[in-house]
């Protein structure tokens, strides 16, 4: 994103916007702000990524989409939270797969993906 045309302000507004469609599953606009050169990998103020968003509100498709363009699996929110153990809390059982697939850390966060799948009895989703 060039930055140096936009002011603090906007910039703000554009990555609450992309955090918006991550939230909403809105898969080709997202990209399309990626593309066009927002950071994959943008936080808001609790450290919450595209990523993380699309994972916890169970769009598999977004989240592949993003992974494609390089979002880092394991990048985790201001609260230690990683985005495959959210997908797990939340039951988002295909995003999970997505997330287990592309190689996500089973064990990195808090509470790990292990963890959050032993508390919701869902250690079948994981491999051993």
């Known amino acids: 994103?060039?930055?140096?045309?936009l002011t603090p302000e906007q910039t703000e507004r554009v990555v609450a916007l992309a955090l918006d469609?991550?939230?909403e599953g809105r898969t080709a606009e997202l990209v399309e702000f990626v593309?066009?050169?927002?950071p994959v990998d943008v936080t808001d103020a609790q450290s919450n990524s595209p990523l993380m968003l699309a994972a916890y509100h169970g769009h598999a498709d977004t989240v592949r989409a993003l992974l494609r363009?390089?979002?880092?699996?394991?990048?985790?929110?201001?609260?230690d939270q990683s985005p495959v153990a959210g997908a797990l809390f939340k039951g988002e059982e295909d995003v999970a797969a997505v997330l287990v697939?592309?190689?996500?850390?089973?064990?990195a966060g808090t509470p790990t993906a292990r963890a959050a799948a032993a508390m919701f009895g869902r250690a079948h989703l994981l491999p051993g």
């Open 1 to 5: 994103m060039n930055s140096a045309a």
């Open 21 to 23: 469609l991550a939230r």
């Open 35 to 38: 593309e066009h050169g927002l």
């Open 69 to 79: 363009l390089g979002a880092d699996p394991d990048l985790r929110n201001a609260r």
């Open 101 to 107: 697939e592309a190689g996500a850390d089973l064990d």
